[in-house]
T-cell receptor, first 117, second 112 residues
Framework: GAVVSQHPSRVICKSGTSVKIECRSL??????MFWYRQFPKQSLMLMAT?????????EQGVEKDKFLINHASLTLSTLTVTSAHPEDSSFYIC?????????????FGSGTRLTVV | DAKTTQPPSMDCAEGRAANLPCNHS???????VYWYRQIHSQGPQYIIH???NNETNEMASLIITEDRKSSTLILPHATLRDTAVYYC?????????????FGRGTQLTVWP
């Protein structure tokens, strides 16, 4: 099946700095990547949709300038948390939809645990 | 917004079948039903999906009602490693049409 490789798995950064999270689709091309955030004991919340070669679309209430998304190639999408603050500490997960509708399930990365201190 | 309703928690004895229900009464004709599970601090794991017909794979079976307004995920012989949060999600699938919105899911606890 399809695999999405997400890095880093854990990162600790100082308040005010920026952190980049990468998601790579292995053995398939992902023209779209979804980015989620998950706080402890809560469900996944969709943040944004990245599309290769075009601007990302953000869900309501998600700050575009804070969560920069880049999808420069068919196999790589990145999420940069800019000027991170402790409230940005969360579990971030990316997901690629199936290439063919109904072909197989969406593929999720293994997640990135961000801790801002 | 999530378009599904699931019980918040269920438990099941090891070796028995776990039947997890899901209501999706507003599902549209081109939307699939997807089931995922998430073990603590990991990315969601795909289990199964279906459109109209019942489906079975090596992990589980998916029973979709004829009107498609509800479904049941069946783990035929639950093990302790099946303890996880199970999410039932509807989505169109494929490309940008397929945003998946997660609900709260069902915490399944398998006990020995």
């Amino acid at each position: 099946g399809a695999v999405v490789s997400q890095h880093p798995s854990r990162v600790i950064c100082k308040s005010g700095t920026s952190v980049k999270i990468e998601c790579r689709s292995l053995d398939f091309q992902a023209t779209t990547m979804f980015w989620y955030r998950q706080f402890p004991k809560q469900s996944l919340m969709l943040m944004a949709t990245s599309n290769e070669g075009s601007k990302a679309t953000y869900e309501q209430g998600v700050e575009k300038d804070k969560f920069l998304i880049n999808h420069a190639s068919l196999t790589l999408s990145t999420l940069t948390v800019t000027s991170a603050h402790p409230e940005d500490s969360s579990f971030y997960i990316c997901s690629a939809p199936p290439v063919l509708r109904g072909d197989y399930g969406y593929t999720f990365g293994s997640g990135t645990r961000l801790t801002v201190v | 917004d999530a378009k599904t309703t699931q019980p918040p928690s269920m438990d099941c004895a090891e070796g028995r079948a776990a039947n997890l229900p899901c209501n999706h009464s507003t599902i549209s004709g081109n939307e699939y039903v997807y089931w995922y599970r998430q073990i603590h601090s990991q990315g969601p794991q795909y289990i199964i999906h279906g459109l109209k017909n019942n489906e079975t794979n090596e992990m589980a079976s998916l029973i979709i009602t004829e009107d498609r307004k509800s479904s049941t995920l069946i783990l035929p012989h639950a093990t302790l490693r099946d303890t996880a949060v199970y999410y039932c999600i509807v989505g169109a699938g494929g490309s940008t049409l397929g945003r998946l919105y997660f609900g709260r899911g069902t915490q399944l606890t398998v006990w020995p």
